[in-house]
């Protein structure tokens, strides 16, 4: 729960629903400082497999000066017979918690492994794994915005000018698809 600049607040969350099979459901309600519910978004609906879970979850959300909100959180899927294995995501919303489509990062065609990027936490140098050099490369602020994108010419990044705070690296493959890791600037 989060407050808000007029004196409400947000909550985020995952919601289960039965009718049949399972299903899971992220969402972000907004309510009054007297405590009425403004509105209610769900952001996903996804089916469980059988030994399989699928399931994008919302992790954590911010008020932007335009009233909107940046809101991260991790495409789970998890076989139950295996470990856990996340792709995070960032998306911006109007004020009434829409979806800006010119600021969604998607990820379900993504593999389910990420990309292993160190030091992360970073103040500056981030390693990529070897494999990515001319790779084109996006990275996306917690404000959805594209703040550098190219292609990587060595097994590194440079964010000594970038500020603190959460960014969210897209590699493209050589298949075309986008594999995405959350980098923390300190």
Known sequence: MKSTSDGGFVVLGVGQILAGTFHSYSFLAKFS???EEEWFRTYSFEPFEQNVTKVNELR??????????????????QDLNDEEN???????TDECGLIQQDCTISVPSL???GIKVFPNPTGGWLNI????IGHNFRLVNAEGKLVDHGQFTFAGFDLTEFNEGLY???IEQDNGNWVNTSVVKK
């Open 33 to 35: 400082s007297t405590l």
């Open 60 to 77: 954590d959300v911010e008020e932007l000066d335009s009233g909107g909100f940046a809101v991260s959180g991790l495409y789970l899927e």
């Open 168 to 170: 969210v690296l897209s």
């Open 86 to 92: 996340g792709i995070p995501w960032l998306i911006v």
């Open 111 to 113: 593999p389910a492994a």
């Open 129 to 132: 794994p070897q494999e990515f």
